[in-house]
């Protein structure tokens, strides 16, 4: 049903990919106007997150989101890239640093460090102040945006917090911190461990042994391979252990919407909710998939009819 709130767009994933981001931005009525893009019958963009990395322009994506939430067209979340460069760049006041500079964490990041960070260090800088305002997720009339999962108290504890300065950021890596339980389930989603032996290989190869799970799920009796968000013929089909999801509450079906991105559904992944009201909108750009954005006319129910892709 509609209603008379705001109606948005919501895009998932860019990664760099600025000319496909136009080309969905087009396809949704948007065009160009001056620095922004614009929509005639004033709707918004919900950008989901990851703005950077992996893809061949990202100064023109970061100009692009930051120029339509400038001109009041758009809002924007952080994504767990934005985050993770963030670290990257923060000292740990150990003589480190709050993201480790090692081969697997400078590979996730190289194609930002070859286009904008060695290249031009003022101007990514400049970003990285950005970034700092970006806040954690939106909580508007009707609908929910954040990065990767929804949890309460996480969201609670995100609400208190200002930019993201240096103390923040190296609270936010400090494992079994608030903090860093928070940021881990709002940007990197809600994770288990594997029994031991068990692995899975991610998008880029490397070995986890770690799941992301199905979050909005009552994962009570579940197996891993039930949990695990998206499927994976290699994760076992093994009872979960209570303890590893004792504090875990699934998202009642009842709630407002929530979209999210950050997970790479695989390319070919039918365009519709994962749940009544739970909606994922990355379908692995970056990996040769499409871009999806969903328009959001204050529905409480999410239709596949509304996805919009630019394949």
């Known amino acids: 049903m509609k209603t008379n709130r705001q109606p948005y767009d919501l895009i998932g994933d860019i990664h760099g990919y600025a000319d496909v981001l136009e080309t969905l931005l087009d396809k949704l009525g948007y065009a160009p106007c001056g620095s922004a893009w614009r929509h005639p ?4 963009v919900i950008f989901l997150g990851d703005y950077i990395d992996r893809g061949p322009k990202i100064r023109k994506t970061l100009q692009i989101v930051r120029g339509m939430v400038e001109a009041g067209d758009a809002l924007a979340i952080m994504g767990n890239h934005e985050f993770n460069a963030l670290a990257y760049q923060t000292p740990d006041g150990r003589g480190g640093w709050c993201r480790a500079h090692s081969e697997e964490k400078t590979h996730q990041h190289e194609a930002t460090l070859s286009q904008i960070v060695h290249p031009a260090p003022e101007e990514w800088l400049g970003w990285l102040d950005w970034f700092r305002t970006l806040p954690l997720f939106l909580e508007l009339p009707g609908l929910r945006a954040v990065h990767a999962s929804w949890d309460n108290a996480a969201a609670e504890l995100a609400r208190g917090l200002g930019g993201l300065d240096e103390s923040l950021v190296i609270g936010m890596v400090q494992k079994g911190s608030d903090l860093h339980r ?3 389930l709002l940007l990197n989603g809600r994770e288990i461990e594997l029994p031991e032996g068990f692995y899975f290989s991610d998008k880029s190869g490397f070995k986890r042994d770690k799941i992301r799970v199905r979050w909005w799920l009552d994962l009570k009796g579940a ?3 039930q949990a695990v968000f998206p499927d994976s013929e290699t994760v076992p089909h093994l009872a979960i252990p209570e303890e590893l999801i004792a504090d875990h509450k699934p998202y009642p079906a009842e709630e407002r919407p929530v979209f999210v991105g950050h997970y790479w559904m695989p390319p070919e992944t039918p365009k519709a909710p994962v749940a009544r009201n739970v909606v994922c909108l990355d379908y692995s750009v970056a990996k040769g998939g499409p871009m999806v954005a ?18």
């Open 223 to 225: 197996t891993y391979r």
């Open 41 to 44: 019958e004033g709707r918004r």
């Open 182 to 184: 928070m940021k881990e």
């Open 294 to 311: 969903y328009r959001w006319d204050g529905e409480s129910e999410i239709s596949a009819e509304k996805f919009v892709t630019t394949k």
